[in-house]
């Protein structure tokens, strides 16, 4: 039997770091006992190289949207919040029955606002 030499890294590519593992732990969370609920529905979502920013607003019939808070994450952070809600909402649609939304529902909701 003959062995084969291991492979050489390639110099012109980065070296590859090894998978972190870390142990799931529980995560401690402190509320607030002042913290409101805000409702929205309407989300504004814009990035830079380095960040993603999501703008929650309240939208109603003849009245001005107005922004009630602004979230700032990682690009990272904000593909786990997507995968996690992913993973929520088919919890949920598998309790509840799916969410059925109405055809051409995003094209009305989420066009840029008009300047004023």
């Known amino acids: 039997m003959t062995e084969h030499p291991s492979p050489q890294p390639d ?9 972190v593992q870390t ?3 529980p995560l401690a969370l402190e509320f607030p006992s002042n913290l409101d609920a805000v409702y929205t529905n309407f989300a504004l979502i ?11 607003a309240r939208v ?3 009245m001005k949207a107005r922004v009630q808070a602004r979230m700032v994450m990682t690009p990272l ?3 786990l919040l997507m995968r996690a809600l992913t ?14 939304v ?3 529902l ?8 008009r300047p004023e």
């Open 87 to 100: 993973d929520n909402l088919a919890k949920y649609e598998g309790q509840y029955g799916e969410i059925v």
């Open 46 to 56: 814009t990035h830079s190289p380095s960040e993603v920013l999501v703008d929650f």
């Open 23 to 25: 142990p799931a732990q």
């Open 106 to 113: 995003a094209d009305q909701l989420f066009k840029p606002p």
């Open 77 to 79: 952070n904000a593909k």
């Open 102 to 104: 109405p055809t051409h």
């Open 11 to 19: 110099p012109a590519q980065p070296p590859v770091p090894p998978a």
């Open 60 to 62: 109603l019939p003849n």
